[in-house]
């Protein structure tokens, strides 16, 4: 119990640090409140998230180990959050299509979840759109508007 406790305390602190932009500061308190309580998959996808907004990591190598660090909260856990985080990540590293997947199965494993329900809705608009635009053949290009 006091373990816990702990973690709760650290991860905290790591959310406060994380809202002040103090990305290596939250890194560690997420890192420790991780050592404290491991089983919760929060606390890791939270302290990837972390790794991944630290500008003090090269970009490369602060995505990559973000992504493994999520990739193993998704296989040992159901937490829809890490399955998002892995979503922004992707995207950032312009994987749109690995990102949009990692959306939609956040948002089916948690339809409450509001940031992937939005990225859901966004991505079937652009779809949407993108078809639309192909509809029409070349006469459309002369046609009044």
């Keep these: 119990p006091v ?40 606390y890791k996808t939270e302290w990837a998230w972390a790794i991944a907004l630290n500008p003090a990591r090269p970009d490369k190598e602060r995505r990559e180990k973000a992504l493994t660090m999520l990739q193993e909260v998704t296989q040992t856990s159901r937490h829809a959050e890490a399955h998002y985080k892995m979503g922004l990540i992707l995207r950032m590293m312009g994987d749109a299509v690995r990102a949009d997947a ?27 759109t993108a078809k639309e635009d192909t509809k029409g053949g070349i006469m459309d290009l002369f046609k009044r508007r």
Excluded at 102 to 128: G, I, P, W, Y
């Design 3 to 42: 373990r816990a406790e702990e973690a709760k305390l650290h991860a905290a602190k790591g959310r406060v640090f994380l809202q002040k932009k103090d990305f290596p500061a939250a890194e560690a308190e997420y890192k420790r409140a991780h050592d404290y309580d491991g089983g919760l998959p929060e």
């Design 102 to 128: 990692a959306f939609k199965k956040a948002n089916q494993m948690d339809k409450t979840h509001e940031e992937a329900a939005r990225e859901v809705r966004l991505m079937d608009s652009r779809a949407k």
